[in-house]
Each structure stands twice: as structure tokens, then as C-alpha cells.
């Protein structure tokens, strides 16, 4: 199924590659920029009834749009960005469907249970989206923090998943290698994800045809989901056709006599 995505940079909406995001604004390779604001777009996802979509901060300066993209579509997307537990409770109470946790979960590189907890004591196991996105590092994958830069110890595997699954409801996975480059998905990740999460998956990286949507709906028999950035025309991409996206979701549940949502 095709999740959307608001990616903000400095209160604009954007489509970077995202491993450029060294904080060096000058090195950023931007994709696209657009003329419209996040509520713009947020509008736009609730009225074609999207959910699951996910709305990211990179870097400051994007708190105002993200506010009035959640108050244009109240529940209808998720937050991540430099979440903590000392502001997640209020991006809830603004709107968020759910929060979006990554590097704050990890100190030197490791996974730190006391700020897993912390999290978890604030925000409800099923308000809360982990976030492993990772690059390929010989057979395994392995998962970056900070703006995508820095390794850490932790690698997917059934036990990565089966642990985590206990403290949110949903996994958030970049591919990190062919993110923003609209080269094609990683269906190797794809496949390990469909077979090791226990809970939805919403995989991001290089998807650039319907095709993707497709092979990724059928081979993850829909515990996979597929977000689509730069590809899209509706930000500025030659690959796939917004209301495309739309409809597809609409057939695939039709097929499997689910609700599009």
C-alpha cells in the first residue's frame, strides 16, 4: 500500500537525498522544493483519505509548518524529527497520529533501554513508530542515527523486530543507500522485512514506478508498506503519478476486501 510523506527542511517541503543530511545546508542534494506548504499537502492526503503517511522534521525551523500541516489533517499523520519524550506528548495532543522516535534512542552508537522506557512511558505502545532505517554493510543491514552519518550496533534480524515490536506499533525504514535517488527499492530489505517484523512495516527508498508498489504489495502480501518521495509529480518526480498512488490503494483493497485506509 502507498504511504505519503511530507519531508520538511528549514519550513519548506522538500525532497532531499537523504544522505546528504550532514547539517551542512550548502551540501544538501535537494530533489525538489515546492511552492506549496505542508498543509497544502496535508490537505490534499485527507481528502484522498491517506493514512499512515509520515511527516519528518530535518533540522530546525520546521515546528510552525509542521503544526498546521497537523491541524489540516488531524490523525492523519505521523511525526518524527527529533522527537523525545519531553516534547512527544505535546505533538500528540497537536494532532500527530503517532510519534516517530530514532536517534534519541541511541547513546554511542547503542540502543539505550532506559530511553526506550522513557518513551514508552509518555507515549502509547500504539501511538509509537520506531524509526530503523539503515545501509547495507556486507549481508546485514545496519541501522544509522543522526541525520543517517552514524553506525550504530544494531543490525535487523527477527530478534531486532521481535524486541522492538513489544514497544510500538509500527516500524519506519529507510533504505538509506537508494534513498531520494529513485533508483529502484531495495526488494532484498523489503523481503527481510515482510519475513522478520511481526507489526507493519512502511519501507522508504528509490521507489520510482507503480511497478514498486506493486512487487512490494505482493511479495510483503501487504505488511509492507511503500512510501513514494521523489518520484512523485506531485513533487516534481516523472515516475509516478499521485493520483495513480491513489487509486491503487483503493484496487488492492477492493482485491483483498479490506478498507483502503
Not at 33 to 46: E, Q, V
Not at 74 to 93: E, K, S, V, Y
Not at 113 to 120: F, M, P, S, T, W
Not at 218 to 231: D, E, F, M, N, Q
Amino acid at each position: 500500500m502507498f504511504r505519503p510523506c511530507i519531508d520538511l527542511h528549514g519550513g519548506l517541503v522538500k525532497q532531499v537525498v537523504g544522505s546528504t543530511l550532514t547539517g551542512d545546508v550548502d551540501d544538501l542534494e535537494t530533489n525538489f522544493t515546492s511552492d506549496h506548504d505542508a498543509a497544502w499537502y496535508a490537505s490534499m492526503f485527507r481528502d484522498d483519505e491517506l493514512v499512515g503517511g509520515h511527516m519528518i522534521r530535518l533540522g530546525p525551523g520546521n515546528d510552525a509548518a509542521a503544526s498546521a500541516a497537523l491541524a489540516a489533517y488531524p490523525g492523519g499523520l505521523q511525526l518524527g524529527g527529533g522527537i523525545t519524550p519531553h516534547d512527544a506528548p505535546r505533538w500528540l495532543d497537536a494532532g500527530a497520529s503517532h510519534v516517530i522516535v530514532t536517534s534519541w534512542l541511541f547513546v554511542d552508537g547503542s540502543l539505550d533501554e532506559d530511553r526506550l522506557g522513557a518513551v514508552a512511558r509518555v507515549v502509547p505502545h500504539d501511538r509509537l513508530v520506531i524509526d530503523l532505517s539503515c545501509r547495507r554493510v556486507g549481508d546485514d543491514y545496519v541501522v544509522y542515527v543522526d541525520r543517517w552519518q552514524t553506525p550504530t550496533d544494531v543490525t535487523l534480524s527477527p530478534r531486532t523486530f521481535e524486541r522492538l515490536a513489544a514497544s510500538c506499533s509500527e516500524f519506519l525504514v529507510h533504505a538509506v543507500d537508494v534513498e531520494g535517488r529513485r533508483s529502484g527499492v531495495d526488494l532484498d530489505l523489503v523481503d527481510r522485512l515482510a519475513e522478520w517484523s511481526p507489526i507493519p512495516v512502511t519501507y522508504a527508498g528509490g521507489a520510482n514506478s507503480i511497478a514498486d508498489l506493486a512487487e512490494v504489495s505482493r511479495r510483503s502480501a501487504g505488511s509492507v508498506h511503500l512510501t513514494i518521495g521523489s518520484a512523485l509529480d506531485i513533487f516534481g518526480g516523472d515516475g509516478v503519478a499521485y493520483r495513480d498512488a491513489v487509486d491503487f490503494n483503493r484496487s488492492w483493497a477492493r482485491s483483498r476486501g479490506e478498507d483502503a485506509h
